[in-house]
């Protein structure tokens, strides 16, 4: 069973920056969706940025021009570059790659 590690969250200040990572235990094969969520206290998990087809991206309309949703060869590690952060950023964020999800790392933007 494959397993997926979220890190890089924390704290920061209103536009600010943070890299978040997603590390899968063991390469695997037919990935078809890459995909960060986030999860705000009392609201629904939503998707805010994805790769689907290895190839196509798709973002949030809350974040486009300012998450970059990425990939290393391979595939085996994804990653969320996060800049101008808001507080309405704030959220546990996950990723999930085809059908598994990760743990989630929490990201606080606060000043």
């Known amino acids: 069973q494959v397993q997926l590690v979220e890190s890089g969250g924390g704290l920061v200040r209103p536009g600010g920056s943070l890299r978040l990572s997603c590390t899968a235990s063991r390469t695997f094969f037919g990935i078809d969706f890459m995909g960060w969520y986030r999860q705000a206290p009392g609201k629904e998990r939503e998707l805010v940025a994805a790769?689907?087809?290895?190839?196509?991206?798709n973002y949030a309309d809350s974040v486009k021009g300012r998450f970059t949703i990425s990939a290393e060869d391979g595939w085996n590690t994804m990653y969320l570059q996060m800049n101008s952060l808001k507080p309405e950023d704030t959220a546990t964020y996950y990723c999930?790659?085809?059908?598994?999800w990760g743990q989630g790392t929490q990201v606080i933007v606060s000043s």
């Open positions: 999930k790659y085809n059908f598994i």
């Open positions: 790769i689907t087809d290895r190839s196509t991206t």
